[in-house]
DNA sequence: GTCTAGTAAGGCAGCAAGGC
DNA sequence: GCCTTGCTGCCTTACTAGAC
């Protein structure tokens, strides 16, 4: 804990240029005395931090004196501090975090020219406000093993009650999600945060002692479980795009310039969605009970635009 | 379980230095 | 001179680890 003050001491005090031992104190929610100890402590390890009374003094780490990036070289800089960039703006009222970002932008500043090149974007256009409150949330939750409340939105626009004890907060094809053991169905569940609406802490919950890697593969083997394999053709003109969905080695072209797709798929609305989304350039070759149910889906749509 | 030593931290008092 | 900030010494408290 000491140690771990020592080096967020002198981070602090490089990253600011002159640092008043009030506001280190503050910052570390410990008393001046301690400051002046730890500043001490420093000072003998040998690393020249001066100091300045009065008005306007305080805490600089003497001229030609750098941190060095002891650990990480250029390149594994530039990926980490784009992270950091999108994570300082999700989680941002932690302050714990807020220390972390702290020692990257520390780095940021040896290593400006090289973090140019990357950016990444994890935030959500329509509710960037609660992202950030549920995230924040989901941390502390996991944190202190406390339960998590919340109404989730189902397909019919019902306004379900959850209560979970969270296990990990997941970032997948452009959504943020909370894993976790559901109370109420008494099974490990995935919730996506956008179909989150008022989430508030929960009591303390005894922590289940279960894997990540255990519950990957509670995922994997349900997800197996409710899809089907899947045989699509794409005429000429979409081939292009199909590299945005699929894997290489499951595109198939054939000589007449069409294209044939076989791929494991979750059996339920979504998919029937997802094919009409590319419109009249996919047909469902295969199964063939897919097929009869894209053609009542169909019928269903032509019959609200017949009237 | 109890005692002891070491460590970390807080509080207080007094002093020095610098800025306004 | 007053205020702000750093510096130091002394005492106390709380916690932890090790010895018995």
Redesign the pocket.
């Known amino acids: 804990?000491?140690a771990e003050?020592f080096l967020s001491i002198l981070i602090i005090i490089s990253q600011k240029g002159l640092?008043?031992?009030?506001a280190l104190?503050e910052h570390f929610?410990?008393?001046?005395?301690?400051i002046?100890?730890?500043?001490?402590k420093i000072s003998e390890a040998g690393v020249p931090i001066a100091?300045?009374?009065?008005?306007?003094?305080?805490?600089y780490i003497m001229e030609n004196y750098t941190l060095n990036n002891l650990f990480l070289n250029k390149k594994e800089i530039e990926p980490l501090i784009a992270v950091m960039d999108n994570l300082k703006f999700l989680f941002g009222n932690n302050p714990q975090f807020n220390d972390i970002v702290l020692k990257f932008e520390t780095l940021r500043n040896t290593e400006k020219k090289e973090c140019d090149n990357l950016s990444i974007d994890m935030s959500h256009f329509s509710m960037e406000k609660e992202l950030r409150e549920y995230l924040f949330l989901m941390n502390k939750a996991i944190e202190e093993n406390r339960i998590l409340e919340f109404e989730y939105i189902n397909r019919k626009m019902e306004y379900l009650k959850r209560v979970v004890e969270p296990i990990q907060i997941e970032f997948t094809d452009g959504h943020w999600y909370i894993i976790a053991f559901c109370t109420i169905r008494k099974d490990y569940r995935k919730f996506k945060l956008v179909r989150v609406r008022n989430m508030k802490l929960g009591g303390v919950f005894k922590k289940n002692l279960i894997s990540k890697e255990e519950i990957k593969k509670i995922f994997s083997e349900s997800y197996e479980k409710n899809s089907i394999l899947v045989t699509l053709k794409f005429s000429s003109e979409i081939g292009g795009q199909l590299s945005e969905y699929f894997s290489k080695e499951k595109i198939t072209l054939l000589e007449n310039g069409t294209y044939i797709v076989e791929d494991f798929f979750p059996e339920d609305e979504g998919l029937k969605k997802f094919i009409l989304g590319f419109g009249n350039d996919c047909e469902v070759i295969g199964p063939d009970k897919l097929r009869k149910k894209m053609v009542e889906y169909i019928k269903n749509i032509y019959s609200k635009y017949n009237d």
């Open positions: 804990m000491r003050r640092v008043t031992g009030r104190a929610e410990v008393s001046l005395r301690t002046y100890r730890d500043i001490e100091a300045t009374g009065g008005k306007g003094g305080g805490y």
